[in-house]
């Protein structure tokens, strides 16, 4: 099995700053692309930004310039660094990774609890 823990959800005045954390373990042969996603109250889950293995990120409209997502292979962790932080980016953060098992031996989506951030105004 791959378990996905996400960190570093809290509630935060708009402006501010917060940095979320995802630790893959388990059984993991290799991960290709991980992600983040988020889902607000009463919407769908949306992409956020994701990130290959070798470190090529894409980002959503609405976070570009003010959202960084970077990855430790080393650690299995991918990170999303928030800044300029709005009320609208409040929701449910997901972590999401495309990972090669060995329980399996094929390439799978795996996706965190998800954790918090609300951006107060």
């Known amino acids: 099995q791959v378990q996905l823990v996400e960190s570093g959800g809290d509630l935060v005045q708009a402006g501010g700053s917060l940095r979320l954390s995802c630790a893959a373990s388990g059984s993991i042969i290799s991960i290709n692309v991980m992600a983040w996603y988020r889902q607000a109250p009463g919407k769908q889950r949306e992409l956020v930004a994701s990130i290959t293995r070798d470190g090529s990120t894409d980002y959503a409209d609405s976070v570009k310039g003010r959202f960084t997502i970077s990855r430790d292979n080393a650690k299995n962790t991918v990170y999303l660094q928030m800044h300029s932080l709005k009320p609208e980016d409040t929701a449910v953060y997901y972590c999401?990774?495309?990972?090669?098992?060995?329980?399996?031996?094929?390439?799978?989506?795996?996706w965190g609890q998800g954790t918090q951030v609300t951006v107060s105004s």
């Open positions: 999401n990774a495309y990972v090669l098992s060995r329980t399996t031996w094929r390439y799978s989506d795996y």
